[in-house]
């Protein structure tokens, strides 16, 4: 079946160092990627996608590339910030409209 | 005020209790979904619908049941709880309309729920 996996945190990280959280999927056909974002206490909420193959989606300075070929969707940020502190969830909507979910990385930048 | 609410936001029962969680929406969506979130497993699937008379297990539906009064409102129900079913539980709407903005789900505040 369809499937997410997300690179296991949790993450730690200095202020302004650069962020990976790698994220692989399996699905059939050409499913929409998305990465959601959860602040403490909050639910869930969208923070990039990209509907096929190459797209790059990119929001608040983070970044991901849809690659057909590898299967991924890795996020990138070039410079964390304290406020990026939060779990994140690498996803996949496939041709049914089902929508499957990574476990969650949990990010926290100290200043 | 928040597109996609939920109640209870907190609850805590005990084993055997019947408890139903509810959630309402205003962003005019057709499809709604219930997931329960668990430290290290991430979002899970119980039940999901596509219009008010479709209703389809998700991938944990055992013990839990589903009501869609209408198009805004969505409940779930625990006929009898068990303290596994402990957890956070989320709701989510999407739009099934066309070109992209039918990928993206939006989620309600969550209903932390204890089972003792």
């Known amino acids: 079946g369809d499937s997410v996996t997300q690179m296991e945190g949790p993450v730690t990280l200095s202020e302004e160092a650069f962020l990976t959280i790698n994220c692989t999927y399996t699905?059939?056909?050409?499913?929409?990627l998305f990465w959601y974002v959860q602040y403490p206490g909050e639910g869930l909420q969208l923070l990039l996608k990209?509907?096929?193959?190459?797209d790059k989606g990119s929001n608040k300075g983070f970044e991901a590339t849809y690659r057909k070929e590898t299967t991924s969707f890795h996020l990138e940020k070039g410079s964390v910030q304290v406020s990026d502190s939060a779990v994140y969830f690498c996803a996949l909507r496939n041709t049914g409209n089902q929508f499957y979910f990574g476990t969650g990385t949990s990010l926290t930048v100290i200043p | 005020d928040a597109d996609v609410t939920q109640t209870p936001r907190n609850r805590i029962t005990k084993t055997g209790k019947r408890i139903m969680l509810e959630c309402s929406q205003t962003?005019?969506?057709?499809?709604m979904y219930w997931y329960r979130q668990d430290p290290g497993l991430g979002l899970r699937l119980i039940y999901y619908s596509f219009d008010v008379k479709d209703i389809n297990k998700g991938e944990i539906s055992d013990g839990y049941s589903v009501s869609r009064q209408a198009q805004a409102k969505f409940s779930l129900s625990l006929e009898s709880a068990i303290p596994n079913q402990t957890a956070l539980y989320f709701c989510?709407?999407?739009?099934?309309?066309?070109?992209?903005?039918?990928?993206?789900?939006?989620f309600g505040p969550g209903t932390r729920l204890t089972v003792l």
């Open positions: 990209a509907t096929k193959a190459d």
């Open positions: 989510a709407t999407s739009d099934p309309g066309r070109g992209t903005r039918s990928d993206t789900q939006y």
């Open positions: 699905a059939t056909g050409y499913p929409s």
């Open positions: 962003k005019g969506h057709d499809r």
